[in-house]
């Protein structure tokens, strides 16, 4: 016998090698192959709230100050509102990470998906591309 292997979408559970659900259709996936993916799931998380904070930490000063030069030389030439959405921006960046990061850590110690971390991740998405959009129209 292999390796349990489970149908996200339907429940379906074997210890059979079989690609795809007998039920549903879906491609099964095996615990150890879904500890993988929350690996990935982990760095990617990390990276972009290491990447994000570090960007926020070295601009938030001289965008929440415009037109002050901050130690470099350089300043932000937009409003204090245009700031504030785009730090907004880079919040909702870093909490998507942090979402990231907990669903691959909790792949990595269940060895299955968690289906409420995985939709708080969409509407996160969903409020990323939303904010994106309105950061770009305010910007533009």
């Not at 504030?84 to 850590?105: D, E, H, P, Q, Y």
């Amino acid at each position: 016998m292999d390796e349990l292997r489970k149908c996200h979408k339907c429940g379906y559970e074997t210890h059979d090698t079989i690609a795809k659900c007998p039920k549903c259709g879906r491609g099964l996936l095996s615990t150890k192959r879904v500890r993988r993916l929350g690996w990935v799931q982990l760095f990617v998380g990390l990276f972009l709230v290491m990447f994000m904070g570090i960007i926020t930490f070295n601009l938030a000063p001289s965008m929440l100050e415009p037109g002050v030069p901050d130690t470099s030389g350089s300043r932000f030439t937009g409003t204090r509102e245009q700031a504030r959405i785009v730090l907004g921006l880079f919040g909702v960046i870093i909490v998507f990470g942090l979402t990231s990061m907990a669903g691959g850590l909790w792949q990595i110690t269940f060895g299955t998906r968690n289906k409420w971390i995985l939709y708080f991740g969409v509407v996160l998405f969903l409020l990323l591309i939303l904010f994106a959009s309105s950061v770009e129209n305010v910007l533009g």
